[in-house]
C-alpha cells in the first residue's frame, strides 16, 4: 500500500493508512513486526471467546446439556486458589461470545473439562475433541519457558487448530485474530513467551487511576489530579519497605524432630535441623506467594522432578525446606486434567524451596471425590 500511495502522490491515503512511519526509520525496529501481540486481547478475550461460544452451541444443540445446567455447575464448581478470584463469567444463551474477561476465559477453558466434561457421551466427538486442541494449543502459548521443540509443537497444534475451526464451523468466517494466531511460533522464538508480554500489567497499573476517578468524582484537571494523587501514593510506599522480604514467616516455633513421627525424623536427618536454627511455620511467603501445609508444589529432588505434597514447612537461617510426600498422578486425556492417585506407600522427602520448579503453589480442586490439578501451563508436560 506505502509504495501505491509513493507512485501515486495525488492519493492522500490508501485503505486507512496515510504514510509511513517515521519509528521505520530505526534500524532494529518495525511498526509490523517490531512488537508483541497480547495474549490476553488476541486470544481469551478474541478467537476463543467467540470459538468457544460455537462449541457450547454445538453442545447445546446436541442435548449434551443445556445453558441453565452449565452455569449452574460454573457457579457451585469449588474454584480454589487464584482460579477462585477469576470465576468464569456465566455464558450468555446462544450468544456470539463467551462474555467474560479475558482470566475469566482462561479459568473457564482449563477447567471446561471437569465442570461439563461428564455430560458428553463420547469423548472422540470432533467438537469435544476441538476444546481439548484448544487447551493444548493455549497451555503451550501461556507456558513461561518454552524449548524449541514446543515451539515447533505449538505451531503444529496452532495450523491444526486453525485446520478444525475450518472444517467445524466453515459457515462461521475466521477473523482477523485466527491469522493473527498463526505468527505466534515466529513471535515466540522472537520475543521469548508470550504470557510475560501481554498488556495484563498495565491494566492492573490503570486500576489504580480508575479507582481514584471513582473515588474522587472530579473531572476538573483530570490528568493532573491523578498524576498528583499517583505520586503522593508512590512517596508512601517509598517511606517504608518499598519491597517485601524475600521470605516472611507466619506463626512459627522452634523444630523439635523428635515430636514428629519416625518418618518424619528420618527424611530430616541429614540437614542438621535443631530447635536453636530451625522453626516450623504455618505457611512461609517466598516472592509473595504463600506456601503451607498442604501446598502441591512441583520440585526436582535428585534430578527428578515430581509432584509433592507439602507436610511441613521449616525455616532454618530464613532458607525455607519442605518436608513433603510424593505423589504419583495420571493424565485423564478426556478431559484433559492431571488426577492424582492416592498411594499412602509413595516416598517422603525434604527439600529447600530453590528445587522448586514454580514459584507458585498449585490449585488441586476435589470433584466428584477426585483430586485434580488444571494447569495454566504446558509446564507439566515435562513430567
Same mark, same amino acid.
Given at each position: 500500500?506505502?509504495? @501505491?500511495? @509513493? ?12 504514510? &509511513? ?18 495474549v490476553a486481547h488476541d486470544l481469551f478475550e478474541g ?37 477462585? !478470584?477469576?470465576?468464569?463469567?456465566e455464558v450468555p444463551p446462544n450468544g456470539d461470545r ?16 471437569? *465442570? ?8 472422540? &466427538? ?12 493455549? !497451555? ?18 496452532i495450523e491444526e487448530y486453525l485446520e478444525s475451526r ?60 491523578? !498524576? ?9 510506599? $517509598? ?42 511455620? @504455618? ?40 518436608? !513433603?510426600?510424593? $505423589? &504419583? ?5 478426556? *478431559? ?6 492416592? &498411594? ?40
Amino acid at each position: 500500500m506505502l509504495q @501505491d500511495m @509513493d507512485s501515486n502522490p495525488t492519493e492522500n491515503s490508501h485503505e486507512g493508512i496515510k504514510h &509511513d512511519s517515521v519509528f521505520n526509520e530505526l534500524t532494529y525496529f518495525h511498526v509490523t513486526s517490531g512488537l508483541p501481540p497480547c495474549v490476553a486481547h488476541d486470544l481469551f478475550e478474541g478467537l476463543l471467546s467467540y470459538d468457544l461460544a460455537l462449541c457450547v452451541r454445538y453442545f447445546v444443540r446436541m442435548l449434551f446439556f443445556s445453558y441453565d445446567i452449565l452455569n449452574g455447575r460454573i457457579k457451585l464448581f469449588p474454584f480454589c486458589g487464584s482460579d477462585a !478470584a477469576n470465576k468464569p463469567a456465566e455464558v450468555p444463551p446462544n450468544g456470539d461470545r463467551i462474555g467474560g474477561q479475558a482470566v475469566q476465559n482462561w479459568t473457564l477453558l482449563r477447567y471446561f473439562g471437569l *465442570i461439563i466434561g461428564d455430560k458428553i457421551p463420547n469423548s472422540d &466427538d470432533a467438537v469435544w475433541q476441538f476444546v481439548l486442541l484448544m487447551q493444548q494449543m493455549t !497451555a503451550l502459548i501461556c507456558a513461561p519457558s518454552l524449548s524449541y521443540a514446543q515451539v515447533a509443537y505449538m505451531r503444529v497444534l496452532i495450523e491444526e487448530y486453525l485446520e478444525s475451526r475450518t472444517t467445524l464451523f466453515g459457515e462461521v468466517p475466521l477473523r482477523p485474530k485466527h491469522h493473527f494466531l498463526s505468527h505466534y511460533p515466529s513471535l515466540t522464538l522472537k520475543f521469548g513467551p508470550l504470557i510475560r508480554l501481554w498488556t495484563m500489567r498495565f491494566e492492573s497499573k490503570h486500576s489504580y487511576f480508575k479507582q481514584c476517578m471513582r473515588s474522587a468524582q472530579n473531572y476538573k484537571n483530570v490528568t493532573g489530579m491523578l !498524576a498528583e494523587r499517583h505520586q503522593l501514593y508512590q512517596a508512601y510506599q $517509598l517511606t517504608g519497605n518499598f519491597f517485601c522480604a524475600e521470605v516472611e514467616l507466619r506463626s512459627s516455633t522452634p523444630f523439635h524432630a523428635d515430636l514428629y513421627c519416625k518418618e518424619v525424623q528420618d527424611t530430616v536427618t541429614h540437614f542438621s535441623f535443631t530447635s536453636e536454627n530451625t522453626v516450623v511455620c @504455618d505457611s512461609v511467603c517466598i516472592k509473595g506467594n504463600s506456601f503451607g501445609r498442604d501446598s502441591y508444589v512441583l520440585a526436582q529432588v535428585r534430578d527428578e522432578t515430581a509432584l509433592y505434597c507439602v507436610l511441613l514447612v521449616l525455616v532454618k537461617q530464613l532458607h525455607p525446606y519442605f518436608v !513433603a510426600r510424593k $505423589l &504419583d498422578f495420571c493424565v485423564v486425556n478426556e *478431559i484433559g486434567v492431571l488426577k492424582i492417585v492416592d &498411594d499412602d506407600g509413595s516416598s517422603m522427602a525434604c527439600f529447600e524451596a530453590t528445587h522448586l520448579t514454580h514459584d507458585y503453589p498449585l490449585c488441586v480442586c476435589v470433584v466428584r471425590g477426585g483430586r485434580y490439578i488444571v494447569p495454566k501451563s504446558a509446564a507439566l508436560q515435562v513430567l
